[in-house]
């Protein structure tokens, strides 16, 4: 594949990445780069911020792109016309232009999110400070994520009491004390198991509130009954059960991003 810049230009090894279709999501870029998958030149980088430049050439699995410059139009336009009529497909040549005026929209969706969880996270922060509620937390897929988003904010302890990362059954059975009979019946995955873990929790740490996740992150793991995305969430308030199910596309790190998000919401709204 040849990616085409401008004469003295650079981009971004990440932004390359992205730019020229090899991966939608600049999480998962981050991290194969961050893994050693990717090379420059034909030696291993680990920095997405390197820049890359006419000459250069980056390896990514099956992916090799050859930075080369760009063309005037009228041979921009020729390559075109004989790329359609060979059936190449045009991912072969990415004419990227001027990508210094280029604003990737998958970053800015990304960066919405992390402002979105931060502002509701916020939101939360202050009203169970402001109305003296404590509040503990179960966590499947999520993995101890939304506790550490909580206790990001100075003055958590004041009511976070603590959570428990139940990532197997084994654990939701032993320390939530969920019934395995759920299990067997219900799924890890369920309405049921998702009250029964933000039961247990309550009954640990003896708070106002307490709130449970459970699903499927993926990218593996879906059936097609319950696919990656699915997710279960459980809050109990004082003694008023709410339970949500919720269907949410992305990767991996976005469906639980996304997740958090949406159980911060659950909470505020109704405490």
């Not at 930075?67 to 041979?75: D, L, T, W």
Request: charged share 30%; glycine share 8%; hydrophobic share 35%.
């Amino acid at each position: 594949m040849n990616f085409y810049i401008n004469k003295g230009d650079e981009i971004e090894l990440f932004k390359l990445l992205k730019a020229a279709g090899v991966c939608d999501y600049y999480s998962d870029i981050r991290h194969f780069i961050k893994d050693g998958l990717v090379k420059v030149n034909g030696e291993i980088n680990k920095l997405k911020h390197t820049m890359v430049k006419i000459g250069d050439m980056v390896e990514y699995k099956e992916h090799k792109i050859d930075i080369v410059e760009s063309r005037p139009k009228g041979e921009q336009r020729e390559e075109r016309e004989q790329i359609s009529k060979e059936y190449k497909p045009r991912s072969q040549n990415v004419q990227h232009g001027r990508f210094k005026s280029w604003r990737p929209k998958p970053i800015e969706l990304e960066n919405d999110l992390e402002n979105e969880i931060h502002t509701i996270s916020q939101k939360l922060h202050e009203k169970l400070l402001y109305k003296k509620l404590s509040l503990s937390l179960a966590e499947s897929c999520t993995g101890g994520m939304i506790q550490e988003m909580i206790t990001s904010n100075s003055g958590a302890s004041e009511y976070f009491m603590g959570g428990v990362v139940s990532y197997s059954n084994q654990a939701k059975i032993n320390v939530l004390k969920v019934k395995s009979e759920t299990i067997s019946k219900f799924g890890a995955v369920s309405k049921e198991t998702a009250i029964e873990m933000a039961k247990g929790a309550k009954a640990i740490f003896g708070t106002d509130i307490s709130a449970s996740i459970t699903g499927i992150a993926g990218p593996s793991g879906g059936t097609p009954e319950k696919p990656v995305g699915t997710i279960y969430l459980s809050v109990f308030i004082k003694d008023k059960v709410l339970s949500r199910k919720l269907s949410i596309s992305g990767n991996r790190e976005n469906i639980r991003k996304k997740s958090a998000l949406i159980l911060f919401k659950l909470l505020l709204e109704n405490i």
